[in-house]
C-alpha cells in the first residue's frame, strides 16, 4: 500500500507523490493566475520579473541600493511611519530581484538574495504592526511572494490573509487556503476554502474548486504526517 509509511523507500515515494499534487495545485492557482488576482505575481508573475530586472545592470543595482539607504534613513528618523517602513520592504524586495541576488544558472535566489528577501520581511513585519488604515496592495501580493522563497509559510498566509481584506475574490480565498494548509493552519484553511467555493459562480465551478482545495488539503497534510513520521538524524558526538 502507497500509506503503508513504515520503510523509508515508501515514505519519499508519498512525499514525492504530495509535493507534486501541492505544485500542481499551487502553479494551477497561482503560477498561471487562474481566476482573478490572487497571489499575484505569483510565480509565474515573480519569474517574468525576475526576468526583466536581472540582467546584472551595476547602475539598477545602485539605484536601488540608494533607494534602500533612503528608505533605511527615513525609518530610523521616524520609526512609527508606516510608508517609511513599506518603502524599505518594497525597495528591499526590488534589490532582491537584482544582479547577484538571483543565481543566473538556475534562477533561484542567491544567499544575499534571500537575505534581502529576509530583510523585507522585517520591514514588513514592522509596517503590518502599526495598522497601516489601508494596507499597500501591490507590497503585500510582493511580500506573499518572498514569504514563500524563503520558506516561511505561516508568514505568507498573514500577507495573504491581508489580501483577502483588500479584494474579497475567490481566487485570493482559494490561495489563502492552499498556503493555510501548507503552513498547518487546517482550520483557516477549510475556512478560506468555504468562502472561495461560496464566491465562486456557477455549480460545475463550485464543485470542481471544492475538488481541487480538498485536494490540496489532502496532499498537505500527508506531507505534514509523512515529515512527523520521518526521524530525525541523531547527532554525531
Known amino acids: 500500500m502507497l500509506f503503508d509509511l513504515r520503510t523509508g523507500a515508501r515514505r519519499r515515494t508519498v512525499k514525492v507523490v504530495y509535493l507534486g499534487l501541492a505544485l500542481l495545485m499551487f502553479v494551477g492557482f497561482v503560477g498561471f493566475g487562474i481566476g482573478s488576482s490572487g497571489l499575484s505575481g505569483s510565480i509565474g508573475d515573480l519569474l517574468r520579473d525576475q526576468g526583466s530586472t536581472t540582467d546584472g545592470s551595476k547602475d539598477a543595482v ?33 534589490l532582491a530581484q537584482l544582479g547577484d541576488n538571483i543565481d543566473q544558472a538556475t534562477s533561484n535566489y542567491s544567499a544575499e538574495g534571500r537575505r534581502q528577501l529576509t530583510a523585507a520581511g522585517a520591514a514588513f513585519d514592522k509596517y503590518v504592526a502599526l495598522n497601516p488604515p ?69 455549480a460545475d465551478e463550485k464543485k470542481q474548486l471544492k475538488e481541487q482545495l480538498d485536494q490540496a488539503k489532502t496532499s498537505s497534510l500527508g ?3 509523512q515529515e512527523a513520521l520521518t526521524p530525525t538524524p541523531t547527532p554525531k558526538k
Do not use: C, H
Open 62 to 94: 545602485e539605484r536601488v541600493s540608494t533607494q534602500v539607504r533612503a528608505a533605511d534613513a527615513k525609518t530610523k528618523a521616524n520609526a512609527s511611519d508606516p510608508a517609511a517602513w513599506a518603502e524599505l520592504a518594497q525597495a528591499r524586495y526590488r
Open 134 to 202: 489601508k494596507p499597500d496592495e501591490r507590497l503585500v501580493r510582493n511580500m506573499t511572494q518572498a514569504y514563500i522563497a524563503v520558506e516561511q509559510p505561516a508568514k505568507a498566509v498573514t500577507a495573504q490573509e491581508m489580501l483577502t481584506e483588500i479584494e474579497p475574490a475567490a481566487n485570493t480565498f482559494s490561495n489563502l487556503a492552499i498556503l493555510s494548509y501548507q503552513a498547518g493552519q487546517t482550520r483557516k484553511g477549510d475556512l478560506a476554502a468555504a468562502k472561495a467555493v461560496e464566491l465562486t459562480e456557477g
Open 223 to 225: 506531507q505534514q504526517i
